[in-house]
């Protein structure tokens, strides 16, 4: 059977009808406030604490309540936050930092050293380069109130570069909330960033409210990716919860939301018509999707079978189907995504234009597979995500595979995902998800690319050749040394296939013309330097 990307779209939209909340009709006066923002940033993020999750909608909250020590700019340079000057010892094991003034948490009290200690040492035992810089940790200290040091080991280049990570943020907390298991949620959302989180108007599954951290004191610099100066210029974010497109759509037009951060395509067209709409690359690389498979269990424990889904999996026919505008849509066959100075072509033979079905029915015999179901993990309020998993589905259905949907909203595949057991006891097989294209080129916080068995992300790859090169990263000193290191890690990434790529998509975000200041980064949507006109 054939399955259009009408066809498909439509499915994603009359599944995600179900979850949509908001009404067209709520009242003008309110989204008319030129002081109050509303915005659909995708889904609520059913997580609040940046040190737990790899989450982007996780990340997103967490840019507005908490503030970091050093940002990248959109040159991925890591600049300075809430750090006032640093330095670095002779030998390069000892780095200094003292935090700049008029910092304090949303409570009132003042952000102090031990604050930073107690949140490196948190985000150190889950994030993906934290623990890597961890690892090659000595100590991490508090000097004084407003100074405090980490002495490593052994030299590690990419130490700035590390804490500026947006992969997974190196938030900072409250010392008693920091010291909390790393295991255990923080959701008391008390931050020192520019947004303060309004707890008595959360209203889950509907819509998150941010008001301006007035007591803010933002950096002196121009505002540039996720660094410079977080100037908020409106009172109030109001974060809506729109699951159906054809709903955002409408409430974008009538003025009832101001931004809406992923624009179907199929209404690229609509918008452009819009006088009072424009398009926006708000997200400039783009989302790499993937189809990330479970290594622990049947049939993708075996490498054959991880192999068959990569020569299975044709780009460019799921590319057609989650952006159809060329403008938008690469192939992606490089683990460090496009565009990056490690992009590279080394063991990519296996990438053919329409894929090779057979190859892929072949490999999967040779893995011994015997029509066990294949379990696929569905987000239905996530209209990629679940456009992607139906395509994929049917395209192991062609060629022989027991393929099953398991169908939910976000929030319930990330509570599935962690699971490691078999699919009949609520495990699963293959999971399809995103990271943005920029953070392919850090390996070290880009927690996908560990393959460090049951440490490493959802899927659980194993490697320990590839994992000795990926330790090595931040040692190398020039660029070039990186990009040599970088062909060697790509070539094992391939033998072993750690993710399969769908493509990298591009989609624009659709705003209201009259909001200016969206700030465009390689992943995530700040909300910081908004500003809202009358209409």
């Not at 060329?326 to 329409?354: A, I, L, Q």
Request: hydrophobic letters at 40%; aromatic letters at 8%; charged letters at 20%.
């Amino acid at each position: 059977m054939h399955i259009s990307r009408r066809d498909l779209i439509k499915l994603s939209v009359s599944a995600g009808a179900a979850f949509a909340a908001p009404s067209i009709l709520r009242a003008q006066a309110a989204s008319a406030d030129t002081r109050v923002v509303r915005v659909v940033l995708d889904q609520l993020p059913s997580g609040f604490d940046p040190h737990n999750t790899t989450s982007a909608n996780t990340g997103n909250h967490a840019l507005a309540i908490y503030d970091m020590l050093f940002g990248f700019d959109s040159q991925r340079v890591a600049r300075p936050q809430m750090i006032g000057n640093w330095g670095v010892s002779e030998d390069r094991k000892t780095y200094t930092f003292a935090l700049r003034d008029g910092l304090g948490f949303h409570d009132g009290t003042p952000v102090t050293a031990a604050d930073c200690v107690a949140s490196i040492r948190r985000w150190g035992a889950g994030s993906s380069g934290g623990k890597l810089l961890m690892e090659r940790t000595k100590d991490v200290s508090k000097k004084d109130d407003k100074t405090f040091t980490i002495e490593l080991r052994e030299p590690f280049e990419l130490l700035i570069e590390a804490l500026a990570s947006p992969s997974q943020l190196l938030a900072i907390m409250r010392e008693k909330d920091a010291n909390l298991p790393p295991a255990e949620q923080v959701t008391a959302n008390i931050g020192s960033g520019p947004f303060r989180f309004n707890h008595a108007l959360a209203k889950p599954g509907a819509s998150f409210t941010y008001d301006r951290n007035e007591k803010y004191v933002p950096r002196n610099e121009a505002p540039d990716g996720f660094a410079g100066g977080k100037i908020v210029k409106v009172d109030r974010a109001i974060w809506e919860n729109i699951a159906d497109q054809q709903t955002a759509l409408a409430a974008l037009q009538a003025g009832e939301i101001d931004l809406l951060l992923t624009c179907p395509p199929d209404f690229y067209s609509t918008v452009e018509g819009d006088p009072n709409l424009q398009l926006q690359l708000v997200v400039k690389g783009g989302q790499c999707m993937f189809a990330r498979v479970n290594f622990l269990q049947p049939p993708f424990d075996n490498v054959k079978a991880r192999q068959a889904l990569l020569h299975l999996v044709d780009q460019e026919a799921f590319l057609s189907v989650l952006a159809p505008d060329p403008r938008y849509v690469h192939p992606m066959t490089s683990m460090f995504g496009n565009g990056s100075p490690y992009t590279n072509d080394e063991n990519t033979g296996w990438y053919k234009k329409g894929g090779d079905p057979e190859k892929a029915k072949q490999l999967f015999k040779e893995a011994g597979y015997a029509g066990e179901k294949v379990v696929i993990l569905d987000s239905t309020d996530w209209a990629q995500g679940d456009v992607s998993a139906q395509l994929l589905a049917s395209e192991l259905k062609k060629i022989g595979v027991n393929a099953e949907l398991a169908p939910s909203d976000w929030a319930g595949i990330v509570a599935r995902r962690a699971n490691k057991g078999p699919a009949e006891k609520g495990g699963w097989n293959v999971h399809i998800s995103s990271w943005p294209n920029g953070a392919f080129s850090d390996p070290l916080g880009c927690a996908l690319l560990s393959a460090n068995g049951e440490n490493a992300w959802y899927g659980w790859p194993k490697n320990d050749e590839y994992e000795a090169l990926r330790a090595k990263w931040a040692a190398v000193e020039t660029m070039d040394e990186r990009k040599a290191l970088a062909r060697k890690m790509q070539h094992l990434w391939w033998d072993f296939v750690g993710a399969v790529f769908l493509g990298q998509a591009v989609s624009p975000s659709a705003r209201r013309k009259t909001l200016t200041g969206v700030i465009s980064t390689d992943g995530s949507a700040p909300m910081w330097n908004m500003q809202k006109a009358e209409a």
